[in-house]
């Protein structure tokens, strides 16, 4: 506690300078070179830290900074992030594959599919902002009649619908005879990652192959440095301001002349945007959906995600991603992995994982509530209210 | 907590769109429900009956719910899992400490005494949590007791999976199959049963709540915390009690679970409990009769879409059941008996 509390003072200008640049750089240095790190040292490549686990951490990137600025920044609890993530896969699922098999000869623009293949193939690079588009219009629909409820009522109807779309999905395999998303089936193969518009510098192919993460990575890691900067941009500036001083208290800042209707459906929007577009890439880096992917535990973890690294604070929320799902998907297994070989024992790591999980979610909220890396603001307002309950308890006999 | 009071709305009836529109469903759910009765009533009567025993249910899960949201507003994410636990521990209880798989007196004999068991067994699991983690964050902002709540569920959830295995295990009930037979409608005794149980559970809570002397610390607890304190109210010791109550309710709902629904999984907490939560804040979060009644609601509302003829079936039950909790929260935030003026803000 006492450490906290000093914490302002010791802050000289030089160290200052350092941290402010410390996060952004590390952040930049090391998701630019992990690529090269990973392919050139085999005990990364094959156990500890495969590029499909990079791939995946950077796509749980996106959508953690999403989520950030609906709950980190506004202060909203959103418990149904799924169905912007769901919207995103369906959407590049509708349009780059030969599901609408009924469109034929099919619509080609700049695709990657055979051109004689029906349905609607289109580039990704237009499927994109289309799949933001879609997820954010989507954000505003849910979050529009929802946003005059208080904190607790709004995470329950988030959650609604993020119980509702899936199952509609899952059931829309026939709704009145029209197939909307093929039900459990999932909608596969869908066309590879196309790359016209940079093969002609010859740094890449046309198509991007299965089996090619690296370029793949970069792509995303790409679309993650976008939206780092969007949101530090936005942060900065008057809607972020708004969007924090809503966070902080409601009826102040409607008083202060802040929108309190637009200023959160922005928040939705633009947080829904990032899971389309995630949820965009994650369907064509796996070539196709599924519905089961789309579950809560999904929204949970991402909440989790942007939890544990720190709330409001942009690289606080990377780091969440990429440990948990590094944990996830790769951690748990090679941990157990390492301690079985080491041991002899014979422990199944991944039966213990969300035991593990939950453990690591109740220690950080009772020790280190505010993540790993926690905003300079959440610091400042955390010491000040520690400060205040400790006068409480000090005249108070023991 | 931030002290901005909404505006009261005004007394009386508005007749406002939205209000109209709200009205205008709930005569359509009406005219619905009156549709599948002419078409076949002993089959819709059926599925009524039904549905009203699972919601006896969903109102024992329920009311853990809105007892502690009711005093520390906490949304227990936990709780749906703490009822599974229940029910798995209930299930090992009965099935394999007393040996007990068929209806036969030493079967009820084994029931009997595992209903106490597992009502104790999940209270003072919540009581232990409660002690060990959100007690701790009582001063904090509410993101962080909800989180630790999340972690908790993930925690019962992997011993859940340890425990029961992952993939459902068949039960066997010990009470008398069969049922009561009114024409051409028939009631499992089970359901009977259950209903049975949860009337004067309902009544005992009440009485806690309404006439005792730590019902009404609870009440003077959820209303100021910090000046009940001052009035010499131990406050935790208080919040301890309730989250006691709450879990030997879950515990009670658990073994009826295993007797009535004959398995244990280890993710029924998460379905039920999203049921149960949806009941809680239909009859208004925090009152304990409002979540009776949206349990009961909810139970007849799934029974009709699942079994009756024009429901859309069992494959949108969760979506019938979510839908009616959005448009309840837009037509009528407050639930169905609570009141707009008693909401902490």
Redesign the interface.
Known sequence: MAAVTAAPAKATPPRRLIGKYLQPAAFLIVGLLVPTIVTNVPAFEDRWLPLTTMVLCAIFVLFTLGLNIVVGYAGLLDLGYVAFFLFGAYTAAWLMSDFFFQIDPGIHIWSAAVPTAPGINISFWIVLPIAALVAAIAGVIIGAPTLRLKSDYLALVTLGFGEILPQVFRNGESIKGFNLSNGTKGIAPVNALDMYWLSWTGIVDDKINVFDYTTRYYVIFALCLLFVLVSIRLRDGKLGRAWLAIREDELAASLMGVPLMRTKLWAYGVGAAAGGIGGAFYCVSLGGVNVDTFNFQFSVIVLCMVILGGMANVYGCILGAVILTWVNYTGMKEIGNAINNTFGTTIEMPHYQFLIFGFVLVLMMLFRRDGILPAARQKQSRAVDEQIEKIGTEEAPA | M?S?T?AVRAGGREWNATNITGSALLVLVAAWVLWNFIDAPTQTLQVMILGLCNGALYALIALGYTLV?GII?L?NFAHGDLFMLGSIFAAVMIADVFGQETSNPAGWLAFAITFPLAMAFCGSINVAVDQL?YR??R??P???????A??????????G??WNGSAPKSRNSVLPSGGLNIGAISIPWTYLFTLAITVPLLMLLTWIVQKTRQGKAMRATAQDPDASRLMGINTNRTIAFTFALGGAMAGAAAIMYVQTNGTTRYDAG?QLG?IA??AA?LGG?GNLTGAVLGGLLIGLIQGLNDGAPHGLGQ??S??VV??I??LL??FR?AGILGSQTM?K?
């Open positions: 931030s901005t909404q949201y507003e949304i983690a701790r964050l001063k904090a509410k993101l962080a007791p909800l989180i630790t999340v972690g908790v569920s993930f925690i019962f959830q992997n011993i999976i340890l998460f999203l939560f949806t804040v979060v494959e949108w969760q979506s979510f839908t909790l959005i929260m837009v935030p909401e803000v």
